[in-house]
């Protein structure tokens, strides 16, 4: 079964810094997708950005950008010029490409608590 | 474009009574759904998913249950609550190849 891992629980950066979130996930597919989550307090989900395990470049979107090492199953999220908005829960997630039984289950980790100071 | 439909937004219900939370999907077909339960400052629990009508995967035995009467329709539901079921529990959409999308979520509240 595949897992995803957030070691971090809580993370903090001062504004305009740049943090990064890490990720690990388990998985015996070599064909998937990784996602990151943001959760503001009003507790909406919302997509940070999103990596094709078959793409090499790592994505990117505006002042958001990972770093995804598929050898080692690793898929940071780094924040740059953070900003006081930024401070929400943080969660990675996974999802399969190959039908298993139940299908398409997507995954997610425990999430990371970034914090925004000034 | 696709939208997802959660209600109700908040409930608060005795302990033993039933529950019924329904969403709904417009704008795609044959969607994955998701049922996921977050207790407080915590993380989503996959509760139950589905891949098509009639379809569901339990993945954390308990009294809850889940249903898919229509292919864009998903309900979760209880025949007596309990305490521990309070939580905010999110629905949420997928195709095989995107991103889920969320509903906006219903907080419950076991009293």
């Known amino acids: 079964a595949q897992t995803v891992t957030q070691s971090q629980p809580e993370m903090s950066v001062q504004e305009a810094e740049t943090v990064t979130l890490s990720c690990t996930y388990d998985t015996s597919e070599s064909d998937y997708y990784l996602f990151w989550y943001k959760q503001p307090p009003s507790r909406q989900m919302i997509l940070v950005i999103r990596?094709?395990?078959?793409?090499?470049q790592n994505a990117t979107e505006n002042r958001f950008s990972v770093n995804f090492q598929k050898a080692a199953k690793s898929f940071s999220l780094k924040i740059s010029d953070s900003q006081l908005g930024d401070a929400a829960m943080y969660f990675c997630a996974y999802v399969g490409l190959i039908l298993t039984g139940g299908g398409n289950k997507l995954t997610f980790g425990t999430g990371t608590q970034l914090k925004v100071e000034l | 474009s696709q939208t997802i439909h959660q209600w109700p937004a908040t409930l608060v219900q005795p302990v033993g009574s039933p529950l019924s939370l329904e969403c709904t999907v417009e704008?795609?077909?044959?969607?994955?759904l998701y049922w996921y339960r977050q207790a407080a400052g915590r993380g989503l629990q996959l509760l139950f998913y589905s891949v098509g009508i009639g379809q569901i995967s339990s993945e954390v035995p308990q009294n809850l249950s889940a249903s898919r009467p229509q292919d864009r329709q998903f309900i979760l539901s209880s025949k007596k609550l309990l305490l521990s079921d309070s939580g905010f529990y999110l629905c949420?959409?997928?195709?095989?190849?995107?991103?889920?999308?969320f509903g906006q979520g219903t907080r419950l509240t076991v009293v």
């Open positions: 704008g795609t077909s044959n969607p994955n």
């Open positions: 990596q094709e395990a078959y793409k090499q």
């Open positions: 949420a959409w997928s195709s095989v190849t995107t991103e889920a999308f």
